[in-house]
């Protein structure tokens, strides 16, 4: 779907071809590229955006905008469950989500479980930030097929799932779909909560009712889509959706929000509560 | 600060090199182009995102997101104030701000002061839909210098001002000083409230604190400092600065937002309350 290209000497570009729009960014140089079984994996040293790793050609996480992804993903989920001991995160492999779940006291144990070692490889070397958790005793990191892993997954074994994958293109397409929404709801706690990244809302409506569908044949009960905003991606504003087996995003732990034992860059009990609203013409074209 | 170049047949991009980054879009054709006295005005027919009006380099408005934008510029600040009775629109020469303006039953008259006509033309021409407001019997468009307009002004005579102008260089740059807020302050009604867009929080921080830093010793009471999704623009994310000679953003006419009487893409009740949250980094970058 993205294709990079070096239009002129000094800058990263993702064309994303179904909008019609590219993000570029000005190198200062490559610092990594290898291809993995997955994937091709990039990183470059950007001369306003700090680091930046690529993957397939498409913008992944840059070390000076990242958090708004990174928290965003983590924390919205994470204090809408009222006790969420048993995290596991799909993809993730550049350990910024996996930072953020940590730094959750209630959480007990996060398993995170991405195909591409050679991610975390290059985040260990380039992102040294988003690892300083990797080595805490609560994470576990699995470099397995996460599909898999969730279809051997004991009943109820998690609390909360979060999918921090790619697009729905190459690897990380088995994870838009009923099956693997059926394999989450099945691993989930009755209380559990899903979370997934799922694109920008200006170019992906369509996709959004799909996996809100998905997720509803699955035996979710209800779904909320959030957004943030997220410069390096197309259209520089994002989504992610939470599935509820049971409740909703209404009931959230106000208190401890605003009682948090680590900074925030982005998210705090003021954006928690904006989360909550839905722009117009998402209001009136979600149709599950 | 923008440059606006084609690196390949078929797209436009505006470098924004303080930020380092640049955003392109896939045209189809250019459809005008005008060197005014003040500004170089180009029109593009894109693939995706409709037409595109861009002044000296940077994108300013396109026929499929400027919903944001306008609607953003236009109905928080008219919904925070009681009785809007008598508006002013500096810049605003796409007339889209002053369509959605006009769908507001209460406001008496809105006079818009651009200083380019060459803008309002290409406008009529490309962006008729924009424009459909134009003829409203409350409206007054004029084509002269804002800055001086306000300095004529009578005192009192305005509730709401909203600047609606371009980045803080050439024809815009006189729209962000202390000298400037004054000629508002002494315009506005007792209650009156000014509304400028900001640019964006990501790479603005500092023109944030020195712009409401500037309102505050111009009289302004209070300020707040909005955002919204920006798809064309640097970063993708934007900022408006509401700042109210009394009162503050806390007091809304919430059950006129919820009966509005007209259709909206983005604004709605929810989204009003979802402005009132700060992201954490300008909570605590935010010094005055």
Chains 1, 2 share one sequence.
């Not at 790793?53 to 708004?68: C, K, L, P, Q």
């Not at 997720?215 to 504003?237: C, D, E, K, N, V």
């Amino acid at each position: 779907m993205a294709s990079s290209v070096l239009p002129e000497n000094g800058w990263f570009s993702e064309r994303y071809e179904p909008g019609g729009s590219a993000f570029s960014l000005k190198i200062i140089k490559k610092l990594h590229e290898v291809q993995s079984p997955f994937q091709k994996i990039e990183v470059y040293q950007t001369e306003t955006f700090g680091t930046l790793m690529v993957i397939d050609g498409a913008t992944m996480v840059s070390s000076r905008e990242n958090f708004f992804y990174h928290e965003m993903m983590s924390h919205p989920i994470l204090y809408s469950h009222p006790a969420p001991k048993r995290v596991l995160i799909i993809g993730g492999g550049d350990c910024g989500t996996l930072r953020e779940v940590l730094r959750h006291p209630e959480v007990e144990s996060v398993q995170q479980v991405d195909i591409d070692e050679e991610v975390t490889k290059a985040a260990l070397k380039y992102f040294p930030e988003l690892c300083e958790s990797n080595n805490d005793p609560r994470a576990e990191l699995h470099f397995v097929d996460g599909i898999k892993w969730l279809t051997e997954a004991e009943k109820g074994r998690y609390d909360v799932i979060i999918v921090d994958g790619t697009d729905p293109v190459g690897p990380g397409e088995g994870l838009f779909n009923q099956a693997f929404y059926q394999s989450c709801w099945h691993a989930l706690a009755d209380n559990g909560i899903l979370g997934q990244q799922t694109e920008t809302p200006l170019y992906h409506m369509a996709l959004l009712n799909e996996v809100r569908g998905a997720m509803r044949h699955a035996g979710f009960g209800h779904m909320h889509t959030l957004t943030f905003p997220q410069p390096i991606y197309p259209s520089g504003w994002w989504a992610a959706t939470l599935a509820f087996k049971l409740g909703n995003e209404q009931t959230f732990r106000a208190d401890d929000i605003a009682n948090k034992p680590f900074e925030t860059e982005y998210y705090n009990l003021d954006i928690h509560r904006a989360t909550l609203a839905l722009p117009e013409f998402m209001r009136r074209g979600l149709v599950v």
